[in-house]
């Protein structure tokens, strides 16, 4: 490698390496955002000043579930946290196979950012379910018991990251703008599936989305400026020649 090319990679791995510190920061300011609404708006325990809110959702939603339990219950069970995690283990494999670039990486970052979100805000807040999310309490679903901490909700955090990370990268590489509703869309269905179960209380998934979007956001843009020699150059730098190699080689 000439002394050209190193200068040439060396910025290139400054940027890698500014891409993570700006994704930690991101993730610091969320978990920031979480702590900060748990205590002030959710309640440490709950019963916080949305619980009025919270209670009206949640004795609404046991009377119009309709025929939408069915795909609620499938959402809960594919993607919930080890099938996700499978899911997007699986889909970087391929990406990784198909593009050969970094971007392979973006389900992976997206739902583990979403994951320790998420582990990490309950560690501090400690939110009860609401009652109907574990049978047979009245309101109950036959077979759902969730009796996991509530706020915020897994499966609207980690499930959102994942689409605006990946449909995210896509419209921000070849500009266009309907990837971003189709994510917004398939975010929507997850949160409601949640409530239809009674499993999360409305603000749980609704600062949950939050969470989700601003995460895959962050993702998606710093994914978009990150390319496969930039990781390259970090984990291996260039090699040293000796000066005479180039006689050597004469």
Same mark, same amino acid.
């Given at each position: 490698?000439?002394?050209?090319?190193?200068?040439?990679?060396?910025? +290139?791995?400054?940027?890698?390496?500014?891409?993570?510190?700006?994704?930690?920061?991101?993730?610091? #300011?969320?978990?920031?955002? $979480?702590?900060?609404? @748990?205590?002030?708006?959710?309640?440490?325990?709950? $019963?916080?000043? /949305?619980? +009025?809110?919270?209670?009206?959702?949640?004795?609404?939603?046991?009377?119009?579930? @309709?025929?939408?339990?069915?795909?609620?219950?499938? /959402?809960?069970?594919?993607?919930?946290?080890?099938?996700?995690?499978?899911?997007?283990? =699986?889909?970087?494999?391929?990406?990784?196979?198909?593009?050969?670039?970094?971007?392979?990486?973006?389900?992976?970052?997206?739902?583990? $950012?979403?994951?320790?979100?998420?582990?990490?805000?309950?560690? =501090? /807040?400690?939110?009860?379910?609401?009652?109907?999310?574990?049978?047979?309490?009245?309101?109950?679903?036959? #077979? =759902?018991?969730?009796? +996991?901490?509530?706020?915020?909700?897994?499966?609207?955090?980690? =499930?959102?990251?994942?689409?605006?990370?990946?449909?995210?990268?896509?419209?921000?590489?070849?500009?266009?703008?309907?990837?971003?509703?189709?994510?917004?869309? @398939?975010?929507? /269905?997850?949160?409601?599936?949640?409530?239809?179960?009674?499993?999360?209380?409305? +603000?749980?998934?609704?600062?949950?989305?939050?969470?989700?979007?601003?995460?895959?956001?962050?993702?998606?843009?710093?994914?978009?400026?990150?390319?496969?020699?930039?990781?390259?150059?970090?984990?291996?730098?260039?090699?040293?020649?000796?000066?005479?190699?180039?006689?050597? $080689?004469?």
């Amino acid at each position: 490698m000439t002394h050209c090319d190193a200068a040439t990679v060396r910025p +290139s791995a400054r940027r890698a390496l500014r891409a993570a510190e700006i994704l930690v920061v991101v993730a610091a #300011g969320i978990f920031a955002f $979480g702590v900060l609404v @748990g205590f002030l708006v959710v309640g440490h325990h709950g $019963g916080g000043p /949305i619980q +009025s809110w919270d209670d009206t959702v949640e004795r609404w939603f046991p009377t119009h579930r @309709g025929p939408f339990v069915g795909i609620s219950r499938f /959402i809960a069970t594919y993607l919930d946290a080890v099938p996700l995690a499978v899911i997007c283990v =699986v889909l970087s494999a391929v990406l990784a196979l198909s593009l050969r670039s970094i971007r392979a990486l973006i389900p992976i970052v997206a739902y583990l $950012g979403g994951e320790f979100q998420v582990f990490a805000i309950r560690q =501090v /807040i400690f939110r009860r379910r609401p009652p109907t999310a574990n049978y047979p309490a009245p309101g109950a679903l036959k #077979g =759902v018991h969730e009796t +996991s901490y509530s706020f915020p909700s897994g499966h609207a955090v980690a =499930v959102t990251a994942v689409l605006f990370a990946l449909l995210g990268t896509v419209a921000l590489t070849y500009r266009i703008w309907w990837p971003w509703p189709i994510a917004l869309l @398939g975010s929507l /269905i997850v949160i409601d599936s949640r409530l239809v179960l009674g499993v999360h209380w409305f +603000s749980d998934v609704t600062f949950g989305l939050l969470m989700g979007v601003a995460w895959g956001v962050s993702v998606a843009l710093v994914a978009r400026h990150v390319e496969w020699a930039d990781v390259v150059a970090v984990v291996r730098p260039p090699p040293r020649h000796h000066p005479l190699d180039a006689q050597r $080689g004469d």
